[in-house]
């Protein structure tokens, strides 16, 4: 299983470190062609406009739009999230608008406010996940066919999932825990 | 749910990678760096080049002006305090600044001690020219290390030379004996497991970024392929003719630091870079990279 990884900004040295723990072939993708022959595509947490300046300058946001169309699993955490949302509020962002969810960026505050929580994520098992948030975006809306997969405690979604979209607010790649990646291998393989 | 862990400090700085911080004075600066697709920006009153020119002491920005750059763009914002000038980094965290860099470029306030920076939910990035000076901001609580180059000379040689020696530093720490690592340890002046989390790594336990002297997309592209994980762009860029298109060109440099042919591409008609300096020419008492120990 070959997986590509957005390596224009970011933190994509973390997730391709975490699949190649778990077995995974994993390549960072800076250029369209780099992601021929991928099996699915990881968009890393990093900075959602530079990421998206530089997605657009070399053509990878067509490439992945029609990738995902034609039916290769992509996840994106923070950044990734944001750029995978069909709506971003009150931003100029250019998103890919894949996944039926309207996205609000810095949604906790400054830096100051990242912070660190036990998130309960039912698909994983009853092990909290350890979820770190740094100037995260939350999900603001759900629209048909997409599955919440997260909450906080006060109810604000923070991970979803629509088809073989998954897309989390905070940075599984920062931590050991490995679950969400491979319930994204599963997605990949069909398992799941 | 807990704030200002080692993590979230560090994780911060994890998303800067692969990418160029730059250096604005106003908001309109501000949002041509965002628009341009740096992944942060540093807010200050003067870029180093014209703090270097003004001489005298320089200090923490005026809140007005990083206020203003903070309410113009998304990205994170970071701004400068004096080495050990710990309420100018308290007043930097009540404003609600992303990351504060303890800096060389302005005048240190203490001559014996850097900011104990554990004490601060707000992450700091700490210049250094060897892996010693490394090691002892991190050990003062730094989430990020800088290499210091020589800020506002346009110059890129000091950088490289800082680089190169921080990465000479942790071939010699990771080929060292068990005996070897306690006398490097007391060289370095930190606890001898700093230096074994060295050696375990085979490299700096946070994020490196390089500073001090890039002005074109190849300086860039250099320290990357040197080791950095991203840049620092102080003057550089509003200090040449045209600043939006080399900001974007030292962007896309970055992050294809590999592929010659896009940095032949983005370095065409650029127009001026800054005027630089010849480190030879500037008094020693004058280098900004030897304040901080």
Known sequence: MKIGVLASQGAFAEHISTLQQLDAEAVPVRLPGELRGVDGLIIPGGESTSISRLMSSYNLMDEITSMARSGIPLFGTCAGMILMARDISANGTESLGLINIRVRRNAFGRQIDSFETELAIPVLGKKPFPAVFIRAPIIERCDSGVDILARLTDSTIVAARQGKLLVTAFHPELTDDLRLHRYFLDIVSGKS | ?293
């Open chain 2, 1 to 293: 749910m807990e704030t200002g862990t080692w993590k979230v400090k560090t994780g911060l700085a994890q998303m800067f990678k692969g990418g160029v911080i730059m250096d604005v004075v106003t908001p309109e600066h501000a949002k041509i760096a965002e628009e341009a697709g740096a992944c942060a920006v540093m807010a200050l009153e003067r870029v180093p080049a014209d703090i270097r020119a003004a001489g005298g002491v320089a200090r923490m920005a005026d809140p007005t002006v990083i206020e203003a750059i903070m309410k113009a763009v998304t990205i994170p914002v970071m701004a400068k305090c004096r080495i050990g000038h710990f309420v100018e980094a308290q007043a930097l965290e009540a404003l609600g600044v992303d990351y504060v860099d303890e800096s060389e470029v302005l005048t240190p306030a203490d001559e014996k001690y850097h900011v104990w920076k554990h004490d601060f939910k707000v992450p700091f990035v700490c210049g250094c020219r060897e892996l010693g000076e490394a090691l002892r901001r991190l050990h003062e609580g730094a989430a990020m290390i800088r290499t210091k180059g020589e800020a506002g000379s346009g110059n890129i040689v000091e950088a490289v030379r800082h680089m190169r020696a921080v990465m000479e530093g942790i071939q010699l720490v990771v080929n060292a004996s068990e005996a070897e690592l306690k006398e490097l340890a007391t060289g370095y002046r930190v606890p001898l497991e700093q230096v074994k989390e060295i050696k375990k790594l085979g490299k700096l336990p946070v994020v490196n970024f390089a500073a001090g002297g890039v002005a074109t997309p190849a300086d860039a592209a250099l320290m990357m392929q040197l080791g950095a994980e991203g840049v620092f762009v102080g003057s550089g860029i509003f200090k040449s003719s045209n600043p939006e298109v080399r900001a974007k060109a030292i962007v896309k440099a970055t992050t294809h630091y590999r592929d010659p042919a896009i940095i032949a591409e983005v370095s065409k008609n650029l127009g001026d870079a800054m005027m630089g300096l010849d480190i030879k020419q500037i008094p020693s008492e004058e280098l900004l990279a030897q304040r901080g120990w």
